[in-house]
């Protein structure tokens, strides 16, 4: 009967073991410490990760155009300037010209040029000149600079762009002179209507270290305008002399 007794006891202790053993806390943190990974749980990343690389390149151009303008204004306003002169002077072309005949590449090397070391390094001193002369930009001021704007510096490059021009396609000064008497005053009207509005936007709302890229921006159409009427043919100087 004691062999009885003990061999049921084994048996409990046995059984009280295995128990233990199964619902002990080891065992259930090794079933379960280690989750199998789940993609959800890094897609977040991923797309925040992508999303950020994706903001950064697209910010890339901007920051490094924002850092050539700070360490080299001129030069990089004045690429800007040919570059736009360039594509407006395209864009002109390929309005006013026949589907049968070809873009004249000179024409538009001409403009690129001028853009380059004329219209970009003016507009560079000019803006920088205004905003010393009148640093504030309240509507009374603003107004001044787009008066000064319009009653000197349009004047002034609009003689210089199309004497400049001119010289490039050989015209002799009479004929360059006969020129601008035919049309320099056409080309002011339609500046007085076009540029007020450009300027008022680019003084009042636009740093000074930017304003030149506004206004080459805003030159684009102004360009493809201008670019066409340099590209008419040469003034008659027995015309304007008689007219005169």
């Not at 056409?186 to 009042?204: A, E, G, N, Q, R």
């Not at 201008?226 to 590209?231: E, F, H, K, R, V």
């Amino acid at each position: 009967m004691s062999g009885s007794i003990l061999r049921n006891g084994g048996r409990r202790a046995h059984q009280l073991l295995l128990h233990s053993h199964s619902s002990s806390p080891s065992s259930k943190f090794k079933a379960s410490s280690f989750p199998p990974p789940s993609s959800s749980h890094f897609s977040p990343a991923r797309s925040s990760f992508s999303s950020s690389s994706s903001s950064s390149n697209r910010n890339g151009f901007i920051g490094w155009y924002l850092r050539m303008i700070e360490t080299r204004p001129i030069l990089t306003k004045s690429l800007t300037a040919g570059a736009i002169f360039a594509t407006a002077d395209v864009s002109s072309q390929m309005i006013t010209l026949d589907p049968s005949c070809s873009l004249d590449l000179i024409r538009t090397l001409r403009m690129a040029g001028y853009g380059m070391m004329i219209s970009g390094p003016s507009l560079h001193l000019w803006f920088n000149f205004v905003s010393r002369i009148l640093p504030k930009r309240d509507i009374l001021t603003t107004f001044k600079k787009m008066f000064l704007g319009q009653a000197v510096y349009g004047p002034i490059m609009t003689a210089v762009f199309f004497s400049f021009n001119a010289a490039l396609q050989g015209e002799t000064n009479a004929e360059i002179f006969a020129r601008l008497k035919r049309d320099f005053i056409p080309t002011m009207k339609s500046c007085l209507v076009y540029w007020p509005m450009c300027d008022f936007i680019t003084f009042k709302f636009v740093p000074v270290r930017l304003q030149p890229l506004v206004s080459n921006s805003f030159s684009y159409l102004w360009t493809i305008y201008i670019t066409y009427m340099a590209s008419l043919q040469k003034a008659s100087v027995e015309q304007i002399t008689d007219g005169s």
